[in-house]
Nanobody, 119 residues
Framework: QVQLVESGGGLVQAGGSLRLSCAASGRTFSTYTMGWFRQAPGKEREFVASITWSGGRTYYTDSLKGRFTISRDSAKNTVYLQMNSLKPEDTAVYYC????????????WGQGTQVTVSS
C-alpha cells in the first residue's frame, strides 16, 4: 500500500519560509517522479514542481522558479518543498504525488497540507 504523508504546512507571514515534507512508503520509488501540486480555494489544482527519484531532475512551474525548491532524500524516502519569500497568493492546500516516470498521470496522492500566508 503506497502512502504519501505530507507535513510542514502552517501559518506564516508574507516574506517568510516553510519547508514541506512528503514521506513516501509502500514501494520502491526509484523509477518514480515525485510532484508537488497546490489548490487554492475556488481554483483548480496546479502543478508546482517535480523531481525524478533516480536522477534528481527537477521541473518547476515558471512562476515559482527562484522561490520554491524541490529536493529528495533517498535514505529517508522523503521529498521536500522549500518555499521562500512566501506571498498571500501562495495560500493553498499543497499535495504530494507520485507517478511512474514513464507515465504522465500521477497515480498516488497524499492527503494535503494547508499553507496559509498572511499579509
Amino acid at each position: 500500500q503506497v502512502q504519501l504523508v505530507e507535513s510542514g504546512g502552517g501559518l506564516v507571514q508574507a516574506g517568510g519560509s516553510l519547508r514541506l515534507s512528503c514521506a513516501a512508503s509502500g514501494r520502491t520509488f526509484s523509477t518514480y517522479t515525485m510532484g508537488w501540486f497546490r489548490q487554492a480555494p475556488g481554483k483548480e489544482r496546479e502543478f508546482v514542481a517535480s523531481i525524478t527519484w533516480s536522477g534528481g531532475r527537477t521541473y518547476y512551474t515558471d512562476s515559482l522558479k527562484g522561490r520554491f525548491t524541490i529536493s529528495r532524500d533517498s535514505a529517508k524516502n522523503t521529498v521536500y518543498l522549500q518555499m521562500n519569500s512566501l506571498k498571500p497568493e501562495d495560500t493553498a492546500v499543497y499535495y504530494c504525488a507520485a507517478r511512474n516516470e514513464f507515465m504522465s498521470r500521477y497515480e498516488f496522492w497524499g492527503q494535503g497540507t494547508q499553507v496559509t500566508v498572511s499579509s
